[in-house]
């Protein structure tokens, strides 16, 4: 069965500093890999999608790069700002449409 | 074009009751997966439906049941509620399988 783990669970970073999140798969055989945004009691926001075929993908200050050999990805932003702070997740999809999810890591943006 | 929306926002129940959440899905998606999300167990996938066809099932007891209409809204329902059941409910749909899921606001459910 496919496990996904995030680190670190918590992050609490500056306004303005770079970060990096962490995400790792352990069944390499994925279709796609996303990274999601949670606010609070709200539901999730698509940030960045990687087919198994891609190595990274961008959008504004977010980088996601894939390397599904070792099961890793990583979601970078830039330039950290306090509406960044929410909850990430990232998800991977296998041969079937669902999602196996990781467990989260929460970002807070200090002003 | 209109997002994921889901009815009800909040719900309250007691133990040994039943109930129906609804999902509609955006404009000409077909697919309309759902999940549960607790802060024990995270996010776990219940079901898929695929023009109105269930097409994958995660690992949830049988009390968690659904189906999907021909205009592709679908509908989930417990039955004999449990503490445990209380949780995030949420739906996302999708154009089909190599498609983004997009996410519902979600169903919040406590069970009493």
């Known amino acids: 069965k496919q496990e996904v783990t995030q680190i670190p669970a918590a992050l609490s970073v500056p306004e303005g500093e770079n970060l990096v999140l962490n995400c790792s798969f352990t069944?390499?055989?994925?279709?796609?890999l996303q990274w999601f945004r949670q606010d609070p009691g709200k539901g999730l926001t698509s940030l960045l999608l990687?087919?198994?075929?891609?190595r990274e993908q961008t959008s504004g200050r977010l980088n996601a790069s894939l390397d599904k050999s070792s099961g890793r990805s990583t979601l970078y932003i830039a330039a950290s700002q306090p509406g960044d702070s929410a909850t990430y997740l990232c998800a991977v999809k296998g041969g079937a449409n669902n999602l196996f999810f990781g467990t989260g890591t929460r970002l807070t943006v200090i002003p | 074009k209109a997002g994921v929306t889901q009815t009800p926002r909040y719900l309250i129940k007691t133990r040994g009751q039943q109930v129906t959440l609804s999902c509609s899905p955006i404009?000409?998606?077909?697919?309309v997966s759902w999940y549960q999300q607790t802060p024990g167990q995270g996010l776990q996938f219940l079901f898929e439906?695929?023009?109105?066809?269930?097409?994958n099932k995660g690992n949830f007891p049988g009390r968690f049941s659904g189906r999907q209409f021909s205009n592709s809204r679908s509908e989930m329902n417990v039955s004999t509620l449990e503490l445990g059941d209380s949780a995030l409910y949420l739906c996302?749909?999708?154009?089909?399988?190599?498609?983004?899921?997009?996410f519902g606001p979600g169903t919040r459910l406590l069970v009493l």
């Open positions: 990687i087919q198994s075929s891609q």
């Open positions: 996302a749909s999708s154009l089909g399988l190599p498609e983004t899921q997009y």
């Open positions: 404009s000409g998606h077909r697919s």
């Open positions: 069944d390499s055989a994925i279709y796609n």
């Open positions: 439906y695929f023009s109105e066809t269930q097409r």
